[in-house]
């Protein structure tokens, strides 16, 4: 029998892109086409992604024929999930990959973001609400909700294990965002600065590469914490789990959020998460129950939270049972990929009868 046809759309080396496309060809058998704009949105190549936007249209409709197509996938309602919209092609399902998609809301162009995502909504067949937040905008937009799919896409919980961390005498932590500006890694840093002065024992592990790097270890150095920071350079995929195994922390500061695999992966594999206190986290962190919720780019009140917490190992103990047990009734990656992957192949039946 031949396997089902799936044109994508979206940036395909992003990992929550991979694990989509990887979840479809395993647990739906399904044969992936991709495509994605090559010019960069920003400097010389702004002029050149305008061109290559105006030919999108026409491009995406070409692919489809030629590779005889059963369905389109696009991620972003304004970018890959219009232009999915404009295609022609049915089915289509699109996916709002943060809490609007409307981001930066001061910019000249959300008003025309908005007309655009209104007619993705309209024209899509099925919509991804990766958590609860984004379906909370869905919602206030008027979208009809029984195209709504609110469903996370998950983690490999087999490659995630829990591990139970119970070391008292240090509070060993982690960061595994990017290190970009939005994740706020500087307000970290000057959280623990804070525990240094108290004689609070830690060890802070600053995972991934990022154009902050050199800035973030200068930083570390003015703190006096540089001998306690292990900035760890881009790391390979089978070595986080171990990372995230060896702390009992996971600490993630950034100033918006959607639905994130970062946060899923450290409570999988046993780490107290403290987190930016924002909607998207709100889903799924009940403040000094299962985590603790600080409010943005507040490294004082960081570094208290963090000092309570460590004093409060049976709250911490109690709280990484119950976080493994969420993540492996709502965020299983084999289980939700699953009800996806047969969602699809129910539209796609529901097309050829």
């Known amino acids: 029998m031949q396997k089902k046809r799936i044109l994508f759309l979206g940036e ?5 892109a991979i694990t989509w496309i990887n979840g479809l060809k395993e647990f739906g058998d399904f044969e992936i086409v ?4 090559k010019s960069k949105s920003n400097g010389l190549g702004r002029v050149a992604r305008i061109l290559e ?5 026409t491009t995406i409709r070409s692919i489809a024929k030629t590779s005889k197509v059963d369905m389109i996938i696009a991620e972003r309602t304004t970018s890959y999930g219009f232009l999915a919209a404009l295609s022609g092609v049915t089915p289509i399902a699109i996916a709002q990959q943060g809490i609007t ?3 930066p809301e001061n910019s000249i162009t ?5 007309i655009i995502q209104r007619y993705a909504f309209k024209k899509a067949t099925l919509i991804h609400a990766w958590g609860p937040v984004m379906a909370k905008h869905m919602k206030a937009s008027k979208v009809d909700m029984s195209k709504v799919m609110i469903l996370p896409k998950g983690i490999n919980l087999s490659f995630f294990e829990f591990q139970n961390n119970s070391d008292e005498s240090i509070l060993n932590a982690i960061v595994t965002r990017t290190l970009q500006q939005e994740y706020k890694h500087e307000v970290i840093l000057n959280a623990f600065g804070i525990l240094k002065q108290k004689n609070i024992p830690f060890q802070l592990t600053i995972v991934g590469d990022g154009v902050l790097l050199e800035n973030l270890k200068k930083q570390a150095i003015a703190l006096q914490i540089e001998n306690e920071v292990y900035f760890t350079g881009r790391v390979n995929n089978t070595d986080l789990p171990k990372l995230l195994q060896k702390s009992n922390f996971y600490i993630s500061m950034p100033t918006t959020e959607g639905v994130s695999a970062s946060l899923f992966e450290a409570m999988a594999c046993g780490c107290f998460p403290i987190v930016t206190d924002l909607p998207g986290n709100r889903s799924w962190i009940k403040h000094k129950e299962n985590g603790i919720l600080v409010p943005s780019e507040n490294y004082t009140k960081l570094a208290s939270e963090m000092e309570w917490a460590f004093q409060n190992h049976n709250v911490r103990q109690k709280s990484i049972v119950t976080n493994r047990k969420f993540v492996e009734e709502n965020a299983n990656y084999e289980k939700n990929m699953k009800k996806i992957a047969d969602a699809y192949h129910q539209l796609i039946a529901t097309k050829h009868t």
Do not use: G, M
């Open 12 to 16: 395909t080396y992003r990992a929550d």
């Open 101 to 103: 998609d409307l981001w």
């Open 53 to 57: 936007l105006i030919k999108a249209f």
């Open 110 to 114: 959300y008003p025309f973001k908005k």
């Open 34 to 37: 991709t495509w994605e704009l």
